[in-house]
């Protein structure tokens, strides 16, 4: 008696849909997730007492505006994107962001009792290598 070992065929479809990639895909994305947003608001843990102004209205900014941060502490560091960086230094640090074709708006985030020569030390640094698009970061006043 002679076997016969192959199979019938099916004309239905499959109508399986294995997800296991896409459970994948999804777990790898939260991880890069939770550990990028972390580092978007790092900029922010650099305590600093802004000086305050009065309240204004306010435009806001074009979404695809590049931001970067320097922070003048009252102590005299200046932090440049949340690395610190020597005040005589700052220029050097400041060049690759000035051979962009867009340069970056430069947010200048300075304690209250900082010093006007170390403000005007870091505006130097920015006139030197032509960066000219800055704007502040203080306190609006509780009036």
């Known amino acids: 008696m002679a076997r016969n070992f192959r199979r ?3 004309s239905a479809p499959i109508s399986e849909l294995n997800v296991t990639n896409l ?3 999804g777990f790898t994305l939260l991880i890069v997730f939770m ?3 972390p580092l978007i608001n790092q900029e922010q843990t650099i305590p600093v007492d802004l000086p305050v102004e009065s309240q204004s209205e ?3 900014p074009d979404p695809d505006t590049q931001f970067e ?3 003048i502490r009252a102590d005299g560091t200046v932090s440049l994107s949340g690395e610190v960086v020597r005040l005589d230094a700052l220029a ?3 060049a ?3 051979g962009q074709s867009e340069p970056p ?3 200048i985030r300075m304690d209250a009792d900082s010093t006007a020569q170390q403000f005007i030390t870091v505006m130097d640094a920015l006139k030197t290598q032509r960066l000219s698009r800055i704007t502040f970061d203080t306190q609006v006043s509780a009036q």
């Open 92 to 94: 050097d640090a400041l």
């Open 58 to 60: 306010q435009t806001p």
């Open 105 to 107: 708006v430069f947010r």
């Open 23 to 25: 459970i994948d895909l």
């Open 35 to 37: 550990i990028a947003t």
């Open 8 to 10: 019938q065929r099916q």
């Open 96 to 98: 690759p962001f000035a």
């Open 69 to 71: 941060s320097i922070t």
